[in-house]
């Protein structure tokens, strides 16, 4: 089984060495276990065997909780996996860097599908719905984090029905343990990235920042000059510069809503936060594009963030309600160490 990941900040070392020298208190699953997921009951007759995940987010936790030999194909990538993870992913196949054809799922032969998005396995999965795979006898999981406070049946990517919070995360780590029978490990997952965000909060306040700075996270664009998709205030990009004390130029409660330039350009944000991602569906998915357009657009130019050079690049599965998330928090923080705001 590949040893999983816990990851100390050298600020939150005490915090996590405490952490992880307690005693664990969970206790082994019993079996059959009956969850509720996105609305779904979830029936799991014992440790699944076979997994196939579909989305980042879902492969990334079973990896930290060190999982990676249950998992036997893995799809929808955005960006390269945790370093700490290569040698391991490099030994699994990938069934495609977007969505996965439902037989190629299916010939892999899995007891648990794990989705990071309900719209590749929910009512109209991209990929199969639920019934669908369950009429194979492979039962499906799908992260709260995509669900929980979350309406999926706008379309799109949805519109958030309550804020974005990182409990969502830790409740899918946590049902993941419990499905696999490894809580322990869960527990300590969850704690160490519940102490690094500690620590990212603890040293965006001693940066001592304007109280009204504000910002703008661009993931992509369908086209080249057409409006972005950008982060609505209620997605995990809302809660980041809620818990460090940043204004989000946003106020849609979609989860990606497109914005013109024009409307962006008049809220002038202090900050614009740009994804960094493999994935090349659109033209924008380069950062290298994004960075062209905001230098050569003649709306975007004159926004305060294009002029002081306060343009920061994301890992774009950070942007995305996962573990990630927390990563992000420290990628906002390092950058803005760097930065001075002058109006």
Request: aromatic share 8%; proline share 6%.
């Amino acid at each position: 089984m590949y040893k999983p990941f816990i990851k100390a900040l050298p600020g939150v070392l005490g915090v996590l060495a405490a952490a992880i020298a307690l005693p664990a208190t969970a206790q082994s699953t019993h079996y059959p276990l009956t969850l509720d997921n996105c609305g779904v009951t979830l029936r799991i007759a014992a440790p699944p065997q076979r997994v196939v995940t579909v989305g980042q987010s879902a492969t990334e936790i079973l990896y930290s909780l060190g999982l990676a030999d249950r998992v036997k194909g893995t799809s929808v990538w955005f960006t390269p996996v945790l370093s700490q993870f290569r040698e391991a992913d490099a030994s699994i196949e990938r069934l495609a860097d977007n969505d996965p054809s439902f037989e190629s799922v299916v010939n892999k032969h899995p007891d648990l599908v794990a989705a990071q998005y309900e719209w590749h396995v929910g009512p109209t999965g991209s990929v199969g719905t639920r019934e669908q795979f369950a009429e194979l006898g492979i039962a499906t999981y799908v992260m709260p984090a995509d669900c929980d406070s979350k309406d999926n049946s706008t379309g799109g990517d949805g519109t958030r029905t309550a804020a974005f919070s990182p409990a969502s995360v830790y409740k899918g780590i946590a049902q993941l343990a419990q499905i696999f029978d490894v809580e322990p490990v869960g527990a300590r997952l969850i704690a160490s990235l519940k102490a690094r965000q500690a620590d990212a909060v603890a040293r965006a306040k001693a940066l001592d920042l304007p109280e009204d700075l504000s910002a703008v996270f661009w993931f992509s664009s369908p086209d080249t000059g057409v409006a972005p998709y950008v982060a609505g205030r209620k997605g995990a990009p809302g809660y980041m510069m809620q818990v460090l004390g940043i204004h989000n130029v946003i106020r849609s409660d979609d989860e990606w809503p497109t914005v013109d330039w024009e409307t962006i350009a008049r809220a002038d944000p202090d900050i614009i936060v740009i994804a960094s991602m493999d994935r090349r569906r659109y033209p924008a998915d380069s950062v290298a594009v994004k960075r062209a357009f905001l230098h050569q657009d003649p709306v975007a130019r004159e926004m305060r963030a294009v002029k002081q050079g306060h343009i920061i690049e994301m890992n774009a599965h950070a942007m995305s309600a996962t573990l990630r998330t927390i990563y992000g928090l420290d990628t906002l923080v390092d950058a803005l160490s760097t930065m001075s705001f002058t109006r």
